[in-house]
């Protein structure tokens, strides 16, 4: 409360109506509360299990209310919503498989990877397999190569995989229902089903994505863990009940538009949210700050009236965390605290050698067909125990890449290039990067993983991960850091050194220059 006190103590009535930043959000992640890996057990739009119905305050029970915040929330989104190229597709395509799919694309895409980030990877890829049947018949490695960068590479594997199914099984008719996605297509969970079937063939179902939890729970002051299973549920029984039945797939990009753009984690842009009369975080932030107005001004105070539920209700904020006034809208959500990833090492060794037209080659090797980064191509890639020596380091590496061009490597041979840092979701790996270069060809075995030698253009077109582009990178860079001359401070031979009284012509001279008196010739 003091926070607010000391900011209202010198803002402005039209600061009084905000404590929010002006901060418009450029970009956008979507994230699913279903997992990456599988999808929900539960079928989309299946009955919840019987359980006692929260208070009335996290409800939207009074039916002029919901159609008032259907009308204000779509009116909003046919003003302001962005030119996206998914969004096109799903307007103008009249072929219903390819609308399901044009959209089934997007969705995927867009799990936890930016929008922006999105659009020209998705550009590419309805580009060059604009149906299932196109996408059905590419090869994973088609898949990987223009997947590359976008990161969970998995999902392009399962996205092609669940197409063959569509082709093979289903005839090339996509299923119409989120409750048929969700069972039929592999991969496709409870979110990623409402999303195709309510935006591309109109079925009244809701949507729950990291945009969604966080505007609801905000619109109904839901502070407990909203990542848990129980308040996920209420959540979707939530997001049903509000889904507008005549533009149900338009309502639902509505609701995560507003939380990528204006219901946003940080410094929410509450003066201009559509439905802030429906929030009932922003009418607290409202009531304290008239409260702490009227004080400030000696005004005797009324009794805040803060509509806390009574008991221990399982949707409100927790005891030991409670409302705190210096975060206004954004007490909510709340969510447990993430697990730190866990810490690899990686020693990696960008092998070179001169191709036939004297420009550099590099051997790249396919990584294996499950695991991370599954089907990618790599260096010469091994894993480190935490507490290794360098010694010990360079050894084993060299063991590692005897067996790949098929004689003795020396430790000692190895340059050191440097360490390389990528952040995975639940991995923080370090490559510790050496570089050799091979004076003659070898022969590599064919026993062993796929591998071959490429360019750099062939590297970059190649599968290979964001981190594998940061190794070479950093190999590049200390490649041209060797080869660059040492710049000193010589002056080039023949010139001659300007003196006070030899300014070039033209040059401006100083002022203590112009003032002293001309020498006598």
Not at 72 to 82: F, G, H, M
Not at 171 to 186: F, H, N, V, Y
Not at 313 to 318: F, R, V
Not at 492 to 498: H, P
Request: charge should be positive; glycine fraction near 6%.
């Amino acid at each position: 409360m003091w926070g607010v006190l000391s900011a209202a103590r010198t803002a402005s009535p039209g600061r009084l109506r905000c404590l929010l930043g002006p901060c418009r959000a450029r970009y956008s992640v979507r994230f699913h509360p279903e997992p990456l890996s599988r999808a929900r057990a539960s079928p989309a739009g299946a009955p919840a299990a019987a359980r006692a119905p929260p208070p009335a305050r996290h409800l939207f029970s009074d039916p002029a209310e919901v159609e008032a915040l259907r009308g204000n929330l779509l009116s909003w989104y046919d003003r302001c919503k962005r030119d996206l190229p998914w969004r096109a597709l799903a307007a103008t395509e009249p072929d219903a498989d390819r609308r399901g799919y044009a959209v089934w694309v997007s969705e995927i895409m867009l799990q936890q990877t930016q929008v922006a980030t999105v659009i020209d990877y998705y550009k590419r890829w309805m580009q060059k397999w604009p149906t299932l049947q196109a996408l059905a018949q590419a090869s994973l490695e088609e898949v990987n190569e223009l997947w590359a960068g976008l990161g969970y590479y998995s999902r392009g594997k399962r996205l092609q995989e669940a197409a063959r199914k569509v082709v093979s099984e289903l005839a090339g008719r996509m299923p119409r229902t989120a409750e048929d996605l969700q069972k039929l297509l592999p991969g496709v969970g409870r979110y990623t089903a409402g999303a195709i079937a309510s935006i591309s063939y109109g079925q009244a179902t809701g949507v729950v994505d990291g945009n969604v939890i966080r505007v609801l729970c905000r619109l109904r002051c839901i502070g407990a863990d909203s990542s848990s299973p129980a308040v996920i549920d209420r959540l979707w029984d939530m997001a049903n009940v509000l889904v507008d039945s005549s533009r149900p797939g338009d309502f639902n990009q509505a609701l995560m538009e507003l939380g990528a753009t204006v219901c946003v984690p940080k410094a929410p842009l509450c003066g201009e949210c559509p439905v802030k009369q429906h929030c009932q975080a922003w009418r607290r932030v409202e009531k304290e700050l008239a409260f702490a107005s009227q004080k400030l001004f000696g005004k005797p105070p009324p009794v805040p009236d803060v509509e806390d539920c009574v008991g221990d209700c399982p949707l409100c904020l927790p005891a030991t965390e409670p409302w705190d006034s210096s975060l206004g809208v954004t007490n909510f959500p709340r969510k447990a605290a993430k697990k730190p990833p866990r810490a690899m090492r990686t020693a990696t060794c960008v092998l070179e050698r001169r191709g036939c037209h004297g420009a550099p080659e590099y051997l790249i090797v396919q990584r294996p067909s499950s695991g991370l980064l599954a089907g990618l191509w790599e260096f010469p890639s091994l894993p480190l125990a935490q507490d290794l020596q360098e010694k010990k380091e360079r050894e084993e590496l060299a063991d590692h890449l005897q067996a790949w061009i098929g004689r003795p490597v020396a430790a000692k041979g190895l340059q050191f290039i440097g360490e390389v840092i990528h952040i995975f979701s639940h991995i923080h790996q370090t490559y510790v990067v050496y570089s050799l270069h091979l004076d003659r060809d070898v022969t590599l075995d064919p026993a062993l993983s796929p591998s071959r030698w490429v360019t750099e253009d062939e590297f970059h077109a190649s599968a290979v991960s964001t981190a594998m582009k940061k190794v070479l990178k950093a190999h590049e860079k200390q490649r041209r850091k060797e080869s660059s001359p040492v710049k000193g401070s010589k002056r080039k031979r023949g010139t001659k050194a300007q003196g006070a009284g030899s300014a070039c012509p033209g040059a401006q001279l100083s002022l203590r220059a112009f003032l002293r008196a001309p020498t006598a010739p």
